[in-house]
């Protein structure tokens, strides 16, 4: 008599998306390589367009810009709390598909670079001290050394002088987590990555919050850019060609920053995260009076808060103890009146949760009072359509 024997069981996506990737990660080859470098004049052009390589399957870019700004004040200007970290006013990377899933400041890029790796991004910490025969560290080297990053703290009036920064654009989640990875072995389609240098690199006002120097007016005079593009190249085959994680690709890892006002002070001020999403971390400025309102200690804030859609209250902290968990992750402090908080061990899944709010219940809030948020969120390309977008600036 014959028998029918059961279908063999198909294996679901996610594990088959695991298993590809892992054999990309252990077969395929990481490879870095400069797509760009030029020298840009930001008062005549202060946003440069590019489009990254079509090859391999691309991670990251490494934005280094080595910039002269230009005292032309009357006396001498001071370096702010955010500092090179401004260079950039806007960073802006559009993909395949026409997604726009990077539209932030290099504030954000800095914050969760440093983030992702516990401490300061591309900053020594060694502190080389020597007594005797005990020495702090192995190497007997000074600390920053090495002028990876550079900023005067002070510029002359009438005096240049040279900045050095760097930023990470993430694509992809991390270097073993491929999700947001794009594949760009295409020709029929382009990418292009935006960048907008800071016209106010120089403020004379009380608001330094998105200024390189303040104190006196100056000119953001030049820029040389080099841009590295970071990519997985000879990716393995299989019998059915080349071997992808599917999901990985499917899914927009995006970096969007909105700015809130008409802040009232003792009310809660609800920041809405957009649905369809899983939030992996969000950062917040707030400034009381549109001036030099950012405090360190907290002192124009009640607390803050997630809340759902019920009016339940996830957590809420007061200003100085959401620092404290920030500073526990961050392994630094930042500058005043920012907030970091973490969602990393448990994403907000705002189709699982539904609308969910970040709170600020400010003690402080002028006219002129706002809140500059940055969001750091997962989505699949297939329900992008279907969710409320975060708005940029």
């Not at 198909?10 to 030029?38: E, F, G, I, W």
């Not at 970290?85 to 559009?94: A, D, G, H």
């Not at 005797?132 to 005096?159: D, K």
Request: charged content about 10%.
């Amino acid at each position: 008599m014959a028998t029918n024997s059961a279908p063999a069981q198909q294996m679901d996506p996610q594990t088959l998306n695991l298993l590809a990737r892992q054999a990309v990660l252990a077969k395929a080859v990481n490879m870095s390589q400069s797509v760009y470098n030029q020298t840009v004049f930001p008062p005549q052009n202060p946003v440069l367009q590019f489009n990254p390589r079509n090859v391999g399957l691309i991670k990251s870019f490494t934005i280094v810009l080595t910039a002269t700004l230009t005292n032309t004040g009357g006396a001498t200007a001071n370096l702010t709390d955010w500092g090179i970290s401004n260079l950039l006013k806007q960073v802006t990377f559009i993909d395949l598909n026409n997604n726009t899933r990077v539209q932030t400041d290099g504030r954000h890029l800095t914050v969760l670079a440093g983030e992702k790796r516990r401490r300061s991004y591309a900053s020594a910490s060694q502190t080389n001290t020597a007594t005797g025969s005990n020495v702090s560290q192995m190497f007997n080297v000074p600390p920053a050394s090495w002028s990876i990053l550079q900023a005067p703290a002070t510029i002359a009036s009438g005096n240049s002088a040279t900045i050095r920064a760097v930023f990470e654009l993430p694509l992809a989640y991390g270097d073993t987590d491929l999700r947001g990875a794009v594949y760009a072995n295409v020709v029929n389609a382009t990418m292009q990555i935006q960048l907008t240098f800071n016209g106010a690199a120089f403020t004379t006002g009380t608001d330094t919050t998105g200024a390189v120097y303040s104190g006196f007016a100056g000119t953001f005079t030049s820029c040389g850019v080099q841009v590295y593009q970071n990519y997985l190249d000879q990716l393995p085959i299989g019998k059915q060609g080349v071997i992808l994680p599917t999901l990985d690709l499917s899914t927009v890892y995006e970096l969007k920053q909105t700015t809130f006002s008409s802040i009232t002070a003792t009310q809660d001020f609800q920041i809405p995260y957009a649905n369809f999403r899983d939030f992996y971390s969000v950062m917040a400025i707030y400034n009381n009076n549109g001036g030099d309102g950012r405090t360190y200690d907290g002192s124009d804030v009640n607390y803050w808060a997630l809340q759902s859609a019920n009016f339940t209250n996830i957590w809420k902290y007061d200003p100085l103890t959401l620092s404290m968990i920030s500073r526990n992750v961050l392994g630094s402090d930042l500058p005043a009146g920012t907030q970091y908080v973490s969602h990393r061990l448990h994403p907000i899944n705002t189709t699982q949760y539904g609308n969910m709010e970040l709170i600020l219940n400010a003690i402080t809030a002028t006219a002129n009072a706002y809140a500059l948020v940055f969001w750091e969120d997962m989505a699949l390309t297939n329900t992008l359509t279907q969710a409320g977008s975060l708005a940029g600036n």
